[in-house]
């Protein structure tokens, strides 16, 4: 199989300079670098998340056109759409492999300073994508196992009403505790959902 290319939107690159330069003006040189392999840990997680989702589609016969990394997290743009039981396994390979680079962190905390951060990184991205927030990992599961029940049509409305909850969520979260990451999710949520229901009533 060919890997498919990784790309980093034009956001990913202005915030992490952002970040890794307020650290070098607030707290000195150690506190950029800091911030630097912390960046490094966050991408090489984030991609390597992706390509899971790749991998498994590939094993479905599905190809992989592209893998784009936002601030955010990643997209891996599919040529087809997974449905039923290739949708999720696609959906919970990414998670599996943050569970393997979070395994390997733990294992690693002895002799690498930083592994237990870079485990805590990991399961904190396993945790939070698997939310039932389409198109989130966790909201593609959910669809996945409500197709079994109710059809494509409605696990997918259901689907995106769960999502709708959790969008608006992250969005009062991030106006109490100020957390402007998670109001750009619950944009992007809001903006998904709103998309994938045009397509649902048009296809």
Known sequence: MRLPPVRLHPSFLV???LFIGWELVAAGWSAAL???IFGVALFGSVALHELGHALMAARFGIRTRSITLYP??????????PRG????WIALAGPLVNVALAVGGLALMPWIPGAGVFAALNVGMA???LLPAF???????????WTRQL?????????LKVSRWFAWGFVVLALV???WNLALVGVFLLFMIRAEGARLRFS
């Open 151 to 159: 059809g494509h049509v409605r696990a997918t409305e259901r689907a």
């Open 135 to 145: 198109p989130m990992d966790g909201g593609r599961v959910a669809r996945a196992w």
């Open 85 to 88: 039981k290739a949708e999720l």
């Open 177 to 179: 505790s100020g957390a």
């Open 127 to 129: 945790v939070f994508n």
């Open 72 to 81: 955010f997290g990643g997209i891996a743009a599919l040529e087809s759409e």
């Open 15 to 17: 915030l992490g300079s």
């Open 34 to 36: 800091s911030a630097l």
